[in-house]
């Protein structure tokens, strides 16, 4: 693996994952407008065609794609969606087939998403939904336009300008919605879902029913999606997996591998060798998406 950093005004790392395919990674220098928002740029090119796998992350994924050639993900239904696109929360890991890509991926906070993208993430649970479909002829201007931009940071200050007047806050999650998120992310999914209901003040099924239309899980699969991302970022580190499983909560390693798998579709010792996972350091060095 090599690593070479490059001096632009986006901060950028060259990094080779084998000898077929080559990662180009920059990092916006300045901090998005809107809070829950993070963001990374991505051009991998290399030899012939690469096989990866979106791997789940506690945070709505948007990716824009603007080069000359697309990348195909399928998803739990074997339908094959290309181009620019939007990942609901809770889903497994999404086939990723990539011959050379030019894009910048968002990562959304649950609580602001729905504001954002404009429906209700209940609807994008688990699935993965065309920009177009969402955005209509806006995506397609947007696409154009990041081709069209000669640097990273332009290209970053476009979609910032973009996400935030789409802002609409009429859609913006409830507080006590809110506060039940960011005690699942400040505990690593520790947090014992059947006190949220209590600390609020609420019903269990007030609850329950508000956070799955708001964030689009429940918050049982919140913290078990927000323990994993944890567990398996540790365990792409080196970390001992019984080390990890006893520190992420987790009743035993075996439960931790069983996690592993359903949320990667691949044994614990394929999944910490995912790209996506690896360049996690480099594309999101600082990310506090989560806890918006």
Known sequence: MCIEEMSTSADWVNRSYNRRMAWEIARPSRTPALRGVDMAGFRIHGEG??????????????VVEFGDRCFDVRDSTGRIHSGSLALGLGGSAAPVRVEAIECVQVRLSPVVAQAIL????AELSGRIVG?????????????ER??????????????????????????????????????????????????????????????????????????????????????????VLGHPPAQVAADSGYADQSHLYRD?????????????SEPWLAVDDRA???STVGQA
């Open 260 to 272: 592993v798998r359903e949320f990667t579709g691949t044994p614990l010792t394929s999944a910490t």
């Open 131 to 143: 920009l177009e479909d969402l955005w209509g002829r806006d995506a397609t201007r947007l696409r």
């Open 146 to 235: 990041l081709h069209e931009s000669p640097s990273w940071d332009e290209r970053f200050a476009l979609v910032d300008a973009t996400l935030s007047a789409r802002l609409r806050n009429d859609r913006r999650t409830d507080p006590e919605v809110d506060w039940a998120w960011r005690q699942i992310i400040l505990s690593r999914g520790r947090f014992r879902v059947e006190h949220l209901a209590t600390r609020v003040g609420w019903s269990r099924q007030r609850l329950w029913s508000r956070f799955g239309t708001q964030i689009g899980l429940t918050p049982k699969r919140a913290a078990m999606l927000v323990r994993f991302d944890h567990a398996v970022h540790r365990l």
């Open 284 to 286: 999101w060095p600082t």
């Open 118 to 121: 404009g429906c209700p993430l």
């Open 49 to 62: 065609l690469a096989q990866l796998r979106a791997i789940p992350h506690p945070a709505v994924t948007v």
